[in-house]
């Protein structure tokens, strides 16, 4: 069962089409992954283990009878609980919408659906995206696949954790200041993070509308390309969506990236990293460069100040979204979210302007960066996933001291709305730590507006090359005598 519950969504497509593997038999075996696992990993907030297994037959009726709606019919999708499904709730790791429904589905779901996917379930995160442990005071905290005595990243940590576990061939997060690409860095999967408005996030609930985009996360660089290729594109609907023409994302995958040229930045990415990381890393970059890369330094100034002012951007959208809720229900949202929200409310004008001219500043830079170089490399987070919290989560948690460390090195792209992509490139060693094997090490590959397919080549060569994305988890790992 585990070969099938870790394939990836191109091999089990294929297996599908065959006839060696029918929808039901897939979608049987993740709710029995699900159900085995959660009790550790707590992962989901909603699973649609009926619905899902009422698709899984049609989807194999459909198949047979020759209506083949493409690579994701039939296959088991979850998506992060702040992505609306007609007619079921949408919590957003939040107590105020735990009895809502939304009635219409997200612009992505729609595509999903249309795309003959499965959706699994909704999966737990941090309160209303706002933190990076996933440790939710109304939800509970999800656990690191790797090592349950640490955090999976955040927010969109339950969907990184069910990827990781073998709880759905992919998942659905979304990116405000890395919420994809720390929990694929620290629980070990890809996860792209898309030039901002090339998914439409129309039917996801908001953080901060300057800063928000949504991406596919999934166990291989070539699962991540078929996803993009059904969630790309217009939409009306969305006011930030740009219509531009959507490429091909898996053509072209395997085509050589020599002579590539990538930037390693001077400033900011590279600082104070744990030894480990700096070990995982610099092996990652020479790998890339024996593929025929050709590595350069670069300049980057604006880096450290653009880092700063994104949280400002942050703070100041999500306090404005949440304000009315906020002074009639203060006491209803946990402790470390009320207070970057109530810092956010205390920002000024002049503090947000200030913010987008240095965001001006940075885009221009980058834009001359990326004359010079295809893409920038770096880790994607500095530090191998910290330990969870040992006290009650309804009195706060550590996240807004883990923040800036976990952030380091994402945020700067949300900023400007670059993509990036983190990929698995090793395992740290840690002292203290339950998982034998090490805790996983991400390598972010950046580059200019609207290159995903490039980044998704590089980041495919790079897979290829070396060993990490066939490492598993240990199924015993979820055993609750552990």
């Known amino acids: ?84 499904v007609e007619g079921t709730r949408s919590t957003a790791g939040s107590n105020f919408f735990s009895e809502e429904s939304p009635q219409f589905n997200a612009a992505l779901v729609s595509k999903l659906k249309s795309a003959g996917a499965i959706i699994i379930g909704k999966t737990n ?11 939710n005071p109304h939800f ?21 954790a069910a990827v990781v576990a073998g709880c759905c061939a992919g998942a659905l997060g979304s990116d405000t200041g890395g919420s994809i690409r720390i929990p694929a860095a620290v629980c070990g999967h890809v996860g792209l993070k898309p030039t901002y408005g090339r998914i439409s996030v129309y039917g996801v609930l908001e953080l901060a509308q300057s800063l928000d985009s949504v991406g596919p996360m999934c166990r291989y660089v070539h699962d991540v390309a078929l996803m993009m290729n ?49 070990r995982t ?53 946990g402790v470390d979210v009320r207070e970057l929200l109530e810092k ?22 980058f834009a001359g960066t990326f004359e010079g170089v295809d893409c920038i490399l770096s880790p994607t987070v500095p530090i191998p996933a910290p330990l969870r919290s040992t006290h009650d989560l309804s009195g706060g948690s550590e996240s807004n001291h883990i923040r800036p460390r976990l952030t380091q090195n994402t945020r700067l792209f949300n900023l400007i709305g670059l993509p990036s992509i983190s990929v698995p490139c090793g395992f740290a060693q840690v002292e203290n730590s339950d998982s034998k094997e090490g805790l996983p090490v991400g390598l972010q590959i950046a580059g200019p507006w609207w290159s995903e397919k490039m980044l998704l080549q590089v980041a495919h060569a790079y897979e290829r090359a070396t060993p990490w ?12 005598d552990n």
């Not at 995160?125 to 440790?135: K, N, P, R």
């Not at 610099?282 to 949280?311: C, M, N, R, Y």
């Not at 000024?348 to 987008?356: E, P």
Request: aromatic share 6%.
């Open 1 to 84: 069962m585990d070969d099938m519950l870790h394939g990836s969504i191109a091999q089990l497509a294929a297996q599908i089409r065959k006839g060696e593997l029918s929808p039901v038999e897939l979608i049987e075996a993740t709710l029995q992954a699900i159900d085995q696992c959660e009790p550790q990993l707590n992962a989901f907030i909603t699973v649609f283990g009926e619905e899902s297994l009422e698709g899984a037959s049609r989807a194999e009726a459909e198949i047979r009878n020759g209506k083949d709606l493409g690579p994701l019919h039939g296959i088991p999708i979850a998506l992060k609980d702040i992505i609306y």
């Open 125 to 135: 995160l941090h309160e209303f995206a706002f933190g990076v442990t996933t440790e």
């Open 140 to 160: 509970g905290a999800t656990t690191n696949p790797w090592d349950p005595s640490r955090v999976p990243g955040g927010s969109s940590g339950g969907s990184a």
């Open 230 to 278: 059904t969630l790309a594109g217009y939409d009306f609907r969305d006011v930030h969506s740009e219509n531009r023409p959507v490429p091909d994302y898996t053509e072209g995958l395997n085509q050589p990236i020599r002579g590539r040229r990538a930037g390693v930045p001077k400033q900011h990415f590279f600082d104070n990293l744990h030894p480990e990381v700096e």
């Open 281 to 333: 890393v610099g092996d990652a970059i020479k790998v890339l460069e024996g593929l025929g890369v050709e590595i350069v330094e670069l300049d980057l100034p604006s880096v450290v100040a653009g880092h700063e002012v994104t949280l400002t951007l942050l703070m100041a959208e999500a306090g404005q979204f949440h304000q009315q809720r906020l002074a009639k229900h203060r006491e209803d949202y």
């Open 344 to 365: 956010g409310l205390s920002l000024s004008a002049s503090d947000y302007i200030k913010a987008v001219r240095v965001r001006e500043i940075a885009r221009r830079e």
């Open 469 to 480: 994305h066939t490492r598993n988890v240990r199924r015993e790992t979820f055993s609750m």
